[in-house]
């Protein structure tokens, strides 16, 4: 069974660029998450998928990220225009439906942004 | 708020010795769930261990294990007989409701 991917593994853009991350999630997982760490700091939540629906996206810096899920498949985070202070590693995780809380979130090796 | 600490930025130990990192949380909550996740250096972070709150028993993983002491909002992974493949970057991890609070992380080194 594949596990989480995303793509690109880095990136590295200039400030007032555009940049999209995508997660593809291990097939059949309802649940899809995103994270990010910016260097030295914690890994902090941005947002929650069930299926194509944002359930809680109280993590999200600012309107300029935007994620989405169409079809309840693979996941996209867009940032426009990034600034500098977006540098850091964006994870995404993905977690089976009709199993309780405790179960596991699986992760993707994480995109690393750079921007200059 | 939740927030999850993690004191020792950097941990070394021997092969084959036992080591200790610290996790304290803070939650007003009484039903929680705790983890620790391990990164190996360039790949991904996988799940160590497991904790719920209402259970008095420590979660145990063959070498691993945790002291879970819910008064003092504390939440130690211990790792035995250390082996090299063990090196990683070693996050504590808090949950509530669906999403993950994480401390900053501890980087433990296994020395040969």
């Known amino acids: 069974e594949a596990g989480v991917t995303q793509f690109p593994s880095h990136s590295v853009i200039e400030k007032g660029q555009t940049v999209t991350l995508r997660c593809d999630p291990i097939s059949g997982h309802d649940n899809l998450y995103w994270y990010r760490r910016v260097m030295g700091k914690e890994i902090k939540f941005l947002l929650h998928f069930v299926k194509e629906s944002k359930q809680d996206e109280s993590g999200m810096p600012n309107n300029r990220f935007l994620a989405e899920r169409t079809g309840g498949t693979y996941s996209t985070l867009k940032v426009q225009p990034a600034e500098l202070e977006d540098s850091g590693v964006y994870f995404c995780?993905?977690?089976?439906?009709?199993?309780?809380?405790?179960?596991?979130?699986?992760f993707g090796p994480g995109t690393r942004l750079t921007v200059l | 708020a939740q927030t999850v600490t993690q004191s020792q930025p950097e941990m070394s130990v021997q092969e084959a010795e036992t080591v200790t990192l610290s996790c304290t949380y803070d939650t007003s909550e009484s039903d929680y769930y705790l983890f620790w996740y391990k990164q190996p250096p360039s790949r991904q972070m996988i799940l160590v261990i497991r904790?719920?709150?209402?259970?008095?028993q420590n979660a145990t993983e063959n070498r691993f294990s945790v002291n879970f002491q819910k008064a003092a909002k504390s939440f130690s992974l211990k790792i035995s007989d250390s082996q090299l493949g063990d090196a990683a970057m070693y996050f504590c991890?808090?949950?509530?409701?669906?999403?993950?609070?994480f401390g900053k992380g501890t980087k433990l080194t296994v020395n040969p």
């Open positions: 991890a808090y949950k509530l409701t669906e999403k993950l609070v």
């Open positions: 995780a993905s977690r089976g439906s009709g199993t309780p809380r405790t179960n596991e979130q699986f």
């Open positions: 904790q719920e709150a209402y259970k008095q």
